[in-house]
């Protein structure tokens, strides 16, 4: 028998009718609602399904004809409509109905107008949508065109989920491609158990990286530092940005070693860091909600991988590299652990001041992520000088597509306290944008890089000094050109001979672009690398 869904129920009960309604209601009925009509979709399974399935249920809907899927992007928030709701064991050939006023972005589906319009559904079993999108593992229907519909008075659609996405053609060419080059004294992937992750989490947590190896690497080869010391290499570690991943790293790690075989890049082992939870990015910080991340990486992974490969072992050869998310990372990492680093090249990162986080100042007593002391909505996107999306769309879009994983999301479970339910305490209100004062004094003093620099520099300074090396555009598609700005204002204050260099008109998705090389960055950022590993050492041929 199909199952009703939820939302059903409940405005059942806001009617004052539920104890009625549950001696005769019938599978796919409506409820009468005071107000505009609700608009509905009737979900099913197909029966080849093998087994129930669960996850959360996400209906698209956009106006057009004759396209393939139908789904959401940041770059244009308001062409596509989008409903959700949790299933449970949804089992072959059964149906849930989703209210699609109840949950939805940007607005109530009662607020379309009519018109010809697309539908698909989507169910997200494993959570990762605001993450990574559709996975090869969720489940999907055709798009169903909607001609001529008229969402408050015409037929309820019905959409059946049938079939798995496919996976992106050049993304699947790009893994394939990199992993036909893998092989020993090439590429060697590393998944270690860490105790202290696997007791935090109270089940086995790895921490996974791709170590790519220089060209020509012979363990034992003679050393540019004399005849008879065993050939080492300096170090860097890389992380990715948000939504990136293992396959990612990898794909990135090939393009440098090719960078290397070519002669545009010195002699390095790259280590290419995992830094992704089904929460978001762990950012390689300890956290009281993600765990120990940076500790672990630290004490545990690093010795480890330098037990195992050729490595310099010292400070001046370990360095670091990131960008976005990955760029925080790597510029906390530096931050935390001057003794063990020597230095961090960290592009378009995410806010290091929180006076600036892409806009607002988080310690205004008015503090507000949706709006401007005028009123006025805060930009998140930009395209140069266009605005593409405002903070508040992205906050309640990343609500409807699910409860984790989205970028909001994932910085309070990096940054915040843990509330008395055990989940992450939100910095700011979902539903006004208000900031929590007492939330945003815990992230200013355990990860407001540019106060923790200027509360610890006594003792953090000699270390830190000529280390830190920040690469943004000033027209980043996020705005991150800001907070680097107050970043680099703090540090120049302190003395600390901080490098900050802002490419005119570069976004975030175009600051590694040298000429037509879309990575040519990764060279300068190498050779700089390699003169504080090797001073004075020539590596080109």
């Not at 996850?55 to 106006?63: H, I």
């Not at 090939?254 to 082992?269: A, D, H, L, V, Y």
């Not at 009123?375 to 990343?398: N, Y």
């Not at 008395?420 to 208000?434: H, L, S, V």
């Amino acid at each position: 028998m199909p199952e009703i869904g939820r939302s059903a129920l409940m405005r059942n009960a806001i009617l004052g009718l539920a104890a009625a309604i549950a001696a005769c209601h019938l599978p796919g009925s409506r409820a009468l609602a005071a107000g505009p009509a609700h608009v509905f979709f009737r979900v099913e399974a197909a029966s080849s399904i093998n087994g129930p399935v669960s996850g959360r249920l996400l209906v698209f809907v956009k106006q057009g004809e004759s396209d393939k899927e139908v789904d959401i992007t940041e770059f244009h928030p308001q062409d596509t409509w989008v409903t959700a709701l949790e299933v449970h064991d949804l089992a072959p050939g059964a149906a849930v109905e989703v209210d699609a006023d109840e949950t939805a972005y940007p607005e109530p589906f009662s607020q379309l107008a009519p018109g010809d319009y697309e539908a698909q559904a989507v169910l997200d079993v494993d959570h990762t949508y605001n993450y990574s999108g559709r996975s090869p593992e969720d489940w999907m229907s055709a798009v169903v065109p909607l001609t001529g519909w008229n969402p408050a008075g015409g037929a309820e659609p019905t959409l059946t989920l049938e079939e798995h996405p496919q996976k992106d053609p050049k993304r699947s060419a790009d893994l394939a491609q990199a992993r036909a080059q893998v092989a020993p004294g090439v590429a060697q992937l590393e998944e270690v158990e860490s105790p202290l992750l696997s007791r935090f989490w109270g089940r086995s947590m790895k921490i996974r990286a791709w170590v790519i190896l220089p060209p020509a690497y012979d363990p034992n080869a003679p050393s540019l530092l004399g005849p008879h010391a065993p050939q080492t290499y300096p170090t860097a570690y890389w992380t990715h940005g948000f939504g990136g991943g293992i396959d990612g790293a990898l794909i990135m790690g090939m393009r440098i070693r090719q960078r290397m075989e070519e002669g545009k890049m010195p002699p390095m082992i790259w280590v290419m860091l995992d830094e992704s939870l089904p929460e978001g990015t762990h950012e390689f910080a300890d956290s009281v909600n993600d765990g120990p991340w940076g500790t672990a990486l630290t004490t545990e992974f690093i010795p480890y991988l330098e037990s195992r490969y050729r490595m310099d072992a010292r400070p001046s050869s370990r360095l670091l590299n990131g960008h976005s998310s990955g760029g925080w990372a790597t510029l906390q990492l530096q931050v935390n652990y001057p003794q063990i680093f020597g230095g961090t090249w960290s592009t378009s990162p995410d806010p290091s001041d929180f006076h600036d986080f892409t806009g607002p100042d988080l310690y205004d007593p008015q503090a507000n992520l949706y709006r401007r002391p005028d009123g006025t909505p805060r930009p998140i996107f930009r395209d140069h000088d266009k605005v593409i999306a405002t903070m508040e769309q992205l906050a309640r879009l990343e609500t409807v597509l699910g409860p984790y994983g989205g970028q909001l999301a994932s910085f309070d479970w990096v940054f915040s306290p843990k509330g008395k339910d055990g989940a992450p305490e939100p910095m700011f209100d979902r539903q006004t944008g208000a900031v929590d004062p007492q939330v945003a004094a815990y992230w200013r003093e355990h990860y407001d890089l540019a106060h923790i620099c200027q509360a610890n520099w006594a003792q953090r300074g000699p270390a830190l000094k000529g280390k830190i090396h920040v690469i943004v555009g000033t027209a980043d598609t996020f705005y991150l050109d800001g907070p680097a700005h107050k970043f680099d204002a703090v540090l120049a204050g302190l003395n600390a001979d901080a490098h900050f260099t802002y490419l005119p008109g570069r976004t975030h998705f175009d600051l590694y672009k040298v000429g037509d090389d879309r990575y040519g960055l990764f060279d300068r950022i190498g050779a700089e690398m390699y003169a504080v590993a090797r001073p004075g050492v020539e590596w080109k041929k």
